[in-house]
Each structure stands twice: as structure tokens, then as C-alpha cells.
């Protein structure tokens, strides 16, 4: 089954979800290659700041586990700490950022097509 194919791509539908598309969407693609936003929730937490939220990606591949290192990669490469990152059963998730600042969360299932990232801003 072609869920990429199959999946209609959702527009960001303000500044801030168009901010957390296109943070979130570029680590999304370099680790994972084709991905269309497929859902986008902003505000979360009570957080009034722009670009917060979350945002889930369907791609057009399965996961591995070896997109767990990738990722990790990616997000150090771009100066962001890895806070935590692990695989529980077959699921994998990564946050990177600081305290201070912003985080970003990344989860997904091995051998899905969906990836979810949370961003957070505090400041």
C-alpha cells in the first residue's frame, strides 16, 4: 500500500503553522526524502508563541532503525543537542534543543510512514 501517494498533503493554514512545517519539514526530508505534512496543531502546551506546535509528516518509505542514528545526526549537525534519544518495541524518538530555547521532539513507528514532530518554543 502507497500511503505517500494516497496521502492529500495539508496546507499550513497560518504564520505559525507554516513555521513549524518548515522547521520540522527540512530535518523531516533530509533524513526521510519525500514527506507531506498530513496534520498541524499549533498552540499546544498554552504556548502563545509563534512556532509551537505539532506537526505529522506521511513519507514515502518505510522507517528503519537506522533512521534513528540518521536523525540524531541531522539535528546535532544542525547545533542542536540531542536531549534524549531511544527505541522502546518499534518505536523511536529523539528530542533535541536546549531548555532555554526550543526543542524539537521527533517519534515514529519502524516499518510506518508517518513520522510526528512536536516543537516547542519558550522564548
Known sequence: ????????????????????????????????????PTSISTGIYGSDLAGSGLVEFTIAR????????ALNKALTDKGLPILQSGM?????MVTAGSNEG????FSFEIGGQTVGVTVIKTN
Open 62 to 69: 518505510l522507517t528503519t532503525g537506522e533512521d534513528l542514528s
Open 102 to 105: 526550543s526543542s524539537l521532539t
Open 1 to 36: 500500500e502507497d500511503k505517500y501517494n494516497a496521502t492529500e498533503e495539508m496546507p499550513a493554514y497560518d504564520a505559525s503553522a507554516k513555521a513549524i512545517v518548515a522547521e520540522a519539514g527540512s530535518i523531516v526530508e533530509r533524513v526521510f526524502g519525500k514527506a507531506k
Open 88 to 92: 522502546m518495541d518499534k518505536t523511536a
